[in-house]
């Protein structure tokens, strides 16, 4: 399966990455040639094989759901590009 | 005295004990190394005030007579470890300017037991990649120099391998996704071991692949290897993943006795074009564990083949899920905006700027698999590929076999920039032998082995059954003791 450009260009809004038009068909071609490389995998016969989830058989731990950290939001804000009277400031979101 | 920042951990530790240096001095010995290989490109941040300190303070430690191993002993510190108060970038210019607020907690657990921090470590960006030249740093080179061409490291922990291979520290951290930390490992000629997944807490490593990452020491001894590795394995609640398990005396278990071991020698790793000098020194490798009371036997891990692709589905699309939070928000570089964009714009234009290519490559590989209609194809078949894999191991361990030897790179370092006009399939093939243990999960080490005709470093990777690094390392041991492996990198930079 090859990636044209506009899937290119679908892609790279879902990734949330800037392509600009002039880069679209080079970037298209090296996906393409990544997608290919992973075709690789239709040789392998995995019926009924369960896709794994935890390479290790091991159960998450469980802990009570309580509060356990916090309390810190001057920290938290501290490497923020833009904040302001203890928030995040991003672009207007909403008109 | 520059003889000192060439110790092993082994050595430092027992002249500190017997009061015949002191961790000033070995610091000190390591800044002046730094400071005099700005060629190489290691050390990205330096941190001399806080290294002192940390110096003196276990000096006092030692002189008390309450010290661990790793007290005292200088260390360098992959980029990718959130280190407090200390620029941790994990090499990439999206993270410009981020100075963690916590430490992580293999840091944090070496720290505790006395080490020095020296400062940070290049890497490639987030990781990817495999000869440390996506770095926003620019490339780390490898002291090892066989002609006017820098060489690469390896990658992506190929600051750490230069550091320790150039003698600037004693040991440094790494991490292995794919095989980061055994691929330059063997490229420089030192000792990287990956731990069994969830040995050691990944909480605070900035996160690439998280079903795949883990931290490990990278060394110049075995030994060390194992001193190190007791120092940041253990529990901890902040990693869910991370294992409630005792962390058995690793350097205890080198009792170099081998025998009546099974090693296996998996023939789907005799890879077509393989150099033959990588399969000489492989069989060579066999022969010296035979000698050393090892039965070698053939084994077969039939999925191996199909490794690679699965990986480079996994990994991308667990990385596009990871980088997500990289948006301009919350920390590091923001794009300069223009009049009326919104906010995807300032995501879209942060992540352009802020992502290197091979980057930028990864993550929109792990959205199209992860999207809708092409999961089920790509991410779910990987998976189950993935499990095949581990049953491949699973049931080699279950006739017996004990450990696993395997070339660990397919071939030795390479110049840097050769491989920039290659397609980003060609140097993903850096990983062949590596990559199957991360997908499952298992422990493996890169042990220097022999120099090539022309002089550089070769590596065997042993593999080990989960859990058991101290039966691994034990057998690292016998195989770097038979190697003799004593070359150093001449001093150019």
């Known amino acids: 399966m090859s990636i044209d450009i506009d899937t290119a260009r679908r892609v790279a809004h879902l990734a949330r990455i800037a392509v600009a038009e002039d880069d679209l068909p080079a970037l298209a071609q090296q996906l393409s040639g990544i997608l290919t490389f992973m075709e690789q995998l239709n040789?392998?016969?995995?019926?009924?094989?369960?896709?794994?989830?935890?390479?290790?058989p091991m159960r998450l731990k469980r802990r009570a759901d309580v509060v356990t950290d916090g309390g810190?939001?001057?920290?938290?804000?501290?490497?923020?590009?833009?904040?302001?009277?203890?928030?995040?400031?991003?672009?207007?979101?909403?008109? | 005295m520059s003889e000192l920042s060439k110790l092993t951990l082994a050595e430092a530790r027992d002249a500190l004990r017997k009061g015949e240096t002191t961790s000033l001095a070995l610091t000190e010995a390591c800044l002046s190394e730094i400071e005099g290989a700005a060629r190489l490109n290691a050390?990205?941040?330096?941190?001399?005030?806080?290294?002192?300190?940390?110096?003196?303070?276990?000096?006092?430690?030692?002189?008390?007579?309450?010290?661990?191993?790793?007290?005292?002993?200088?260390?360098?510190?992959?980029?990718?470890?959130?280190?407090?108060?200390?620029?941790?970038?994990?090499?990439?210019?999206?993270l410009n300017g981020f100075r963690p607020e916590y430490e992580s907690t293999v840091t944090q657990k070496l720290w505790d037991a006395g080490a020095v921090m020296l400062g940070k470590l290049n890497m490639d960006e987030f990781a990817m990649g495999s000869s440390n030249e996506t770095s926003t740093y620019g490339n780390a080179v490898n002291p090892w120099k066989v002609d006017d061409r820098d060489l690469t490291p390896g990658g992506s922990s190929g600051g750490s391998a230069a550091a320790v291979a150039a003698d600037l520290c004693l040991a440094a951290t790494g991490t292995d996704t794919g095989g980061s930390i055994r691929q330059?490992?063997?490229?420089?000629?030192?000792?990287?071991?990956?731990?069994?997944?969830?040995?050691?807490?990944r909480w605070g490593i900035v996160a690439f692949a998280s079903s795949l990452d883990q931290a490990g020491p990278m060394t110049r001894t075995v030994r060390d290897a194992a001193i190190m590795?007791?120092?940041?394995?253990?529990?901890?609640?902040?990693?869910?993943?991370?294992?409630?398990i005792p962390v058995p005396d690793f350097e205890a278990m080198l009792t170099g006795d081998i025998r009546g071991k099974t090693i296996g020698i998996p023939r789907e790793y005799r890879m077509d074009g393989m150099p033959a000098e990588i399969e000489?020194?492989?069989?060579?490798?066999?022969?010296?564990?035979?000698?050393?009371?090892?039965?070698?036997?053939?084994?077969?891990?039939?999925?191996?083949?199909?490794?690679?692709?699965?990986?480079?589905v996994i990994a991308p699309a667990e990385a596009s899920s990871n980088l997500a939070r990289y948006d301009g928000v919350r920390y590091g570089h923001r794009a300069r905006l223009a009049e009326g964009d919104g906010i995807v714009q300032m995501y879209e234009k942060t992540r352009a700027e802020g992502f290197g290519k091979e980057v930028q490559r990864r993550v929109m590989i792990g959205t199209y698999v992860l999207s809708a209609g092409f999961y089920d194809a790509y991410y779910n078949r990987a998976r189950k590929v993935r499990a095949l894999i581990k049953r491949d191991f699973d049931e080699v361990f279950a006739q017996g076999v004990d450990a696993i030897l395997t070339p660990a790179t397919p071939s030795a370092a390479f110049g840097l920039g050769e491989m920039q006009d290659a397609d980003p399939v060609e140097m993903y093939l850096n990983d062949v032998f590596t990559v199957t243990v991360n997908l499952a999960g298992l422990p493996g080490i890169a042990v220097p082995a022999g120099l090539d005709a022309q002089g550089l470093p070769l590596g065997l990777q042993l593999i080990g059954r989960p859990w058991e690094e101290g039966d691994l390392l034990n057998t690292a041991q016998v195989l770097e003791d038979a190697a003799g492996f004593v070359s150093r990198p001449a001093k150019w930079w």
């Not at chain 1, 040789?43 to 390479?55: I, L, R, W």
């Not at chain 2, 490992?185 to 069994?196: E, M």
């Not at chain 2, 000489?280 to 690679?308: C, F, N, Q």
């Open chain 1, 72 to 95: 810190y939001a001057a920290q938290i804000l501290s490497n923020a590009p833009d904040a302001r009277e203890g928030f995040f400031a991003v672009p207007k979101v909403v008109e």
């Open chain 2, 229 to 244: 590795l007791g120092a940041m394995a253990g529990h901890d609640p902040k990693d869910s993943t991370s294992a409630d």
């Open chain 1, 43 to 56: 040789e392998v016969d995995v019926t009924g094989v369960e896709p794994m989830t935890s390479v290790t």
């Open chain 2, 43 to 94: 050390f990205v941040h330096v941190t001399p005030e806080l290294a002192l300190d940390q110096a003196r303070a276990a000096d006092a430690r030692i002189a008390a007579g309450d010290a661990p191993a790793m007290c005292g002993m200088p260390l360098g510190i992959k980029d990718l470890f959130c280190t407090r108060g200390v620029p941790s970038q994990a090499a990439s210019h999206i």
């Open chain 2, 184 to 201: 330059p490992a063997a490229f420089t000629g030192i000792v990287g071991i990956k731990p069994t997944y969830g040995r050691v807490s």
């Open chain 2, 280 to 312: 000489a020194l492989w069989t060579r490798g066999a022969e010296m564990l035979r000698d050393a009371g090892a039965k070698i036997v053939d084994i077969s891990l039939p999925h191996t083949k199909y490794a690679l692709p699965a990986y480079y």
